[in-house]
């Protein structure tokens, strides 16, 4: 059982340019969440899915893009990079509607955009 | 809107001493609180989670947590401090329907001295 799993573990990227940031569970939940970790500033949500085909904007979505085709994948587009961004990314799962499920992390994305 | 508060950024503690982390949140309705620790390189780990009932909740590791609604606060403890609870700690109130919608604090981070 993987749990979330996060593809690439560290990239860097010049500004102006795109990337994707993969996650992915096989755990079923239907719930599926990114954050961005800054220090100093704990995790900070960027956008959130409660099921396929339905997303929502979290506190910081600006510049973010996500989709949600599937059950099991939640990416994360970056279309214009800017230093800003530069941060450390996690993906987080949970079953969702119960207040047995708490959030499952991913081991994070770490982002330099120069 | 919640937000949470880690007044502390970092503690020192001996192996052996009891530690506490202060939390203090700020939320509308009954909180989901939880705690998440975060060692080097890593995603985040639940420790523990408040939802309802007994104010004092038990986690994983030795820790607990006891709720105060009139304190608005969620501090952690643990009697006895091992090398190995050297991390980051992060308090979270979570919003939606399950509680997934976390607003995390700062963090504190936990130097454990020989």
């Known amino acids: 059982n993987a749990g979330v799993t996060q593809t690439p573990k560290f990239q860097v990227l010049k500004t102006g340019q795109s990337m994707t940031l993969q996650c992915a569970q096989d755990?079923?939940?239907?719930?599926m969440s990114w954050y961005r970790q800054d220090p100093g500033m704990g995790l900070r949500l960027i956008h959130y899915s409660v099921g396929a085909g339905i997303t929502d904007q979290g506190e910081v979505p600006n510049g973010y893009n996500v989709s949600r085709s599937t059950t099991e994948d939640f990416p994360l587009r970056l279309l214009l990079a800017a230093p800003s961004q530069t941060s450390v990314y996690f993906c987080a799962s949970s079953l969702g509607f119960s207040d047995n499920s708490p959030l499952h992390f991913g081991n994070g994305t770490r982002l330099t955009v120069t | 809107a919640q937000s949470v508060t880690q007044p502390d950024i970092h503690i020192t503690v001996s192996e052996g001493a009891s530690l506490e982390l202060r939390c203090n949140y700020s939320?509308?309705?009954?909180?989901?609180l939880f705690w998440y620790v975060q060692s080097p390189g890593q995603g985040l780990q639940l420790l523990l989670k408040y939802f309802s009932g007994d104010t004092l909740v038990q986690g994983i590791k030795g820790f607990e947590a006891e709720f105060k609604r009139s304190q608005s606060s969620f501090n952690l403890r643990k009697p006895s401090v091992h090398w190995s609870d050297a991390a980051e700690y992060f308090c979270?109130?979570?919003?939606?329907?399950?509680?997934?919608?976390?607003?995390f604090g700062g963090g504190t981070r936990v130097l454990v001295k020989p």
């Open positions: 755990m079923n939940h239907e719930y």
């Open positions: 939320y509308g309705a009954t909180p989901y």
């Open positions: 979270a109130v979570g919003a939606g329907a399950a509680g997934n919608k976390l607003t």
